[in-house]
């Protein structure tokens, strides 16, 4: 469940106008060009010590291009909205709109039932699946874009299990019910986002496991013989820490049972390199920092010496082998089809497919550089702007332990997040007591973070 406070009228400028006597004396000013000097100016002079420095730092971001291409507010627009939510749903890119009037237009008001062949709905899963398996490290024909992110966990977990179970021939194929000699456990971290939970739970009952939650930094050690498989999360959700998805892998290997990841909050963000790893399955979201819309289907990775044993749960029509043969008889296609299930939502999909150009020409790695910077960027203005012992931060400090967010806890959470918002500052809150802010190096600048720092700042000031 979101909890995203939203306050009317959600003006952020005319509420930031009466913000109290740190608030610029620009704020009122127009959305204009000149506004960067100004509000940079007007920053220093009261006493936002960083803000010069943010400028700087924009001014040299090898990335400061790719924020054309979506839609944000200017990063030094005192007016505008700082869009720290990322996390949650992806800004909108700007090809999307004109590539969604093309597709609802032509391909399905005039084209109609033709664009299944002649303008190539078709075979959008796996292309579009490609093109995700890029930015995740996996070759072609691995990954295959649909559904949600849950029911890719539901087919992950079941199918993994009899992967697990069938690669020692303790279970008759097709067998789920109960026990069968060995593998009869599955893992989850503790901490997962509830949906993974939720299903692992089910998936559990309908392949006779039982389902034990253990931390994340522990799954590498409680795996044993019995485990079926573990599904863990690369990001944690909550405190953004990012979990060892090589060293718990390969500990999962070693004891012969399957790994399951769920990229919700690393795809896009950082280098997750699944093929490098050995890892067999994963699935993620691609509405967060793929910047797909709001409901973009998910995806579902199958390492490719996995696929001829892969044995979907959810068996649909378009992983037959031949869908239009119309057959009794279920015939699983080859590769990564087989992940598929039923007929593919297009609007949404080809929405997403136009989202991705605005990777052009951008690296994953200089993506995680900038990303870091500027999560330890906001680390030292809240440093300097945030009354001591005001928040606790619960991302860990070390770079080789973080995602793409940082979470504080602070008394009145929820409070503290609508004043945000009527500042201009868009944050997520999770119940009680977390505060994530959310890096889309895309498309967040320096000057962003810092002026939510300087917001924060002033909200936990006047608390
Ligand atoms: C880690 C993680 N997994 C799964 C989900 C849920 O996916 P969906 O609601 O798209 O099925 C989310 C976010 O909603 C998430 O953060
Ligand atoms: N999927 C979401 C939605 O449909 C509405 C609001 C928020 C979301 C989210 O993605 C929540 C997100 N997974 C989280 O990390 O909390």
Request: proline share 7%; with cysteine; charged share 20%.
């Amino acid at each position: 469940m979101s909890e995203h406070p939203r306050t009317e009228p959600a003006t952020p400028g005319a509420t930031l106008a009466t913000a109290g006597a740190a608030a610029p004396a620009t704020a009122t000013a127009p959305a204009t060009a000149p506004a960067t000097a100004t509000a940079t100016a007007t920053a220093t002079a009261t006493g936002r010590a960083h803000a010069a420095e943010a400028a700087r730092r924009d001014r040299e971001d090898p990335l400061a291009g790719t924020r054309e291409r979506f839609v944000v507010d200017a990063a030094d627009d005192p007016n505008g909205t700082v869009y720290l939510d990322g996390n949650s749903l992806g800004a909108l890119p700007r090809g999307v709109p004109a590539r969604m009037a093309d597709v609802i237009e032509r391909e399905w008001g005039r084209d109609r039932i033709n664009s299944w062949s002649d303008n190539h709905w078709w075979t959008a899963p796996e292309r579009i699946g490609d093109r995700v398996g890029a930015l995740v490290g996996a070759a072609p024909g691995q990954v295959v874009v649909g559904d949600s992110t849950s029911v890719n966990v539901l087919k992950a977990v079941v199918a993994g299990v009899r992967l697990a179970r069938g690669a020692e021939g303790a279970e008759p194929a097709g067998a789920d019910a109960g026990p069968a000699g060995g593998r009869d456990e599955i893992l989850v971290d503790v901490s997962t986002f509830p949906t993974d939970g939720y299903i692992a739970e089910s998936a559990a009952r309908l392949t006779g496991c039982a389902l034990r939650a253990v931390p994340a930094e522990a799954i590498a050690t409680e795996a044993t013989p019995r485990t079926a498989l573990a599904l863990v999360n690369h990001v944690d959700y909550r405190t953004g820490r990012l979990h060892d998805l090589p060293g718990t892998t390969a500990a999962l290997h070693a004891v012969g049972a399957v790994a399951v990841w769920d990229l919700c909050h690393s795809a896009g963000a950082l280098p997750v390199d699944l093929d490098a790893h050995g890892v067999d399955l994963a699935v993620g979201c691609t509405y967060k920092y793929l910047n797909g819309g709001p409901g973009a289907p998910a995806y579902l990775y199958v390492a490719a010496r996995h696929q001829p044993r892969f044995d979907s749960p959810l068996p649909g029509w378009n992983s037959h082998a031949d869908p239009f043969a119309m057959a009794g008889a279920y015939a699983p296609a080859d590769g990564a089809v087989r992940g598929r299930v039923g007929t593919p939502d297009i609007l949404s999909m080809l929405a997403l497919e136009s989202a991705l150009d605005a990777w052009q020409g951008v690296s994953v790695e200089s993506v995680r550089a900038k990303s870091l910077d500027l999560a330890d960027f906001f680390l030292t203005c809240v440093a300097a702007y945030v009354p001591a012992g005001a928040v606790e931060t619960l991302t860990p400090a070390a770079h080789a332990e973080r995602g793409s967010q940082v979470a504080l806890r602070c008394a009145d959470a929820g409070e503290v997040t609508e004043r945000l918002l009527a500042r201009g500052v868009v944050i997520d809150y999770r119940r009680p007591d977390v505060l994530r802010f959310g890096f889309t190096p895309l498309y967040t600048g320096y000057a962003d973070v810092e002026r939510a720092a300087w917001a924060l700042g002033e909200v936990l000031s006047a608390a």
